[in-house]
C-alpha cells in the first residue's frame, strides 16, 4: 500500500516517520515544503501519480489562541483542505486517516470521560473548524479514520512538555492551571496506534471516529508536576492557579477526558498509562527519569 502522510515536520508526523522506515508498505512523507494540503490540484496529481491508497493527515492549524484572529487561515487549513483530502480518497477508492482534537467538546460541562458519540459543542476558532473539518470527511463518502486525541507533546516541537522543562530549570516558582482537566497524549503512543491500524489493516470495516489519548487523568498543573518529578528538577515552586488567572481568547475544555473504549475494543491495543508515556519522552530527551508507576 502507498500511504502519504502530511504535516511530517510536527510532533506526529515526525513519529509516523520514524515508523515507516519498519513497514512493508510504502510511506511518502511529506510537509508543507514538499506538499502543501491547501493546494487541492497538487494533493490530487500526487496522488494519482504515487497511486497513493491512504492518506495520515497530520498537518493542521494548531496554535488554538492565534486562531481566534486569524480564523480564515485556520479553515483552510483544518477544514476547506481536509475536505479536499476526503473528496480525493472518496474518488480514488482510498483511506483516510484524519486527526481530531477534544476540543470539538470545549463547551460541554462535563464530569465523565466523553464517549464518541456525545454532542460536540466547540468553543473557539479551533475547535469550530476541527469540527467542520470532521463534517466535511463525513460528507465525502470516502473511507475514514478520525482520531480525537488531546495534549499532544513530544521530544520535537513546541508543546507543553518542553515547556515547562524550560520553566522549572530556569524559574525559582511558577503558576500552573488546575481547572482544567483531561489526559496528556505521547505522540510517539499516538503514531504507534496509526502505523498498527495500517500495518495490520485492522482499518478494513472499522471506519469511523475514535478518541485515543493516553489512559489516566490529570490537570495541568498534576502534568506539570510530574514533569518536574520525573525529570529531578526540584529547584522550582509549582503552585496551582485558576484557568482566569491566565485570560485567554478563547474558552478551553474544563474536562475533556476522552472515553477510549470503542478504540481499544474495536482494534484490541492497550494504551499506556500517561506518567509511563512521559518517562519514555523524557528518557529520550535525555533526562534520567524518575518514574514510579501511578496506575
Known sequence: M???VTGTNGQLGNHI?????????????????ELDITDCAAVEQFVRTKQIEAI?????????????????????????????????MAATGGLLVHISTDYVFGGNKNNTPCTEEEPTNPTGAYGLTKLAGEKAVERSGCRYIILRTSWLYSETGKNFCKTMLSLTATKPSIKVVFDQVGTPTYAGDLA??????????????????????????????????EIARQSNQHGCDIQPCHSSEFPSPVVRPNYSVLDKT????????????????????LSNLGYRTSNICNG
Open 17 to 33: 516517520r520514524r515508523y515507516s522506515t519498519q513497514s512493508r508498505h510504502h510511506y511518502f512523507c511529506t510537509d508543507i515544503n
Open 2 to 4: 502507498n500511504i502519504l
Open 56 to 88: 495520515v493527515n497530520c498537518a493542521a492549524y494548531v496554535n488554538v489562541d492565534q486562531a481566534e484572529g486569524d480564523e480564515e487561515t485556520a479553515d483552510k487549513l483544518n477544514h476547506v483542505a481536509v475536505g479536499h483530502l476526503a473528496e480525493i
Open 262 to 281: 470503542k478504540f481499544k475494543k474495536t482494534f484490541g491495543m492497550a494504551i499506556p498509562y500517561w506518567t509511563d508515556s512521559l518517562a519514555v519522552c
Open 192 to 225: 504507534k496506534a496509526i502505523y498498527t491500524i495500517l500495518e495490520d489493516g485492522l482499518h478494513v470495516g472499522n471506519e469511523g471516529i475514535y478518541n485515543f489519548s493516553n489512559e489516566g487523568v490529570c490537570s495541568w498543573y498534576d502534568f506539570a508536576k
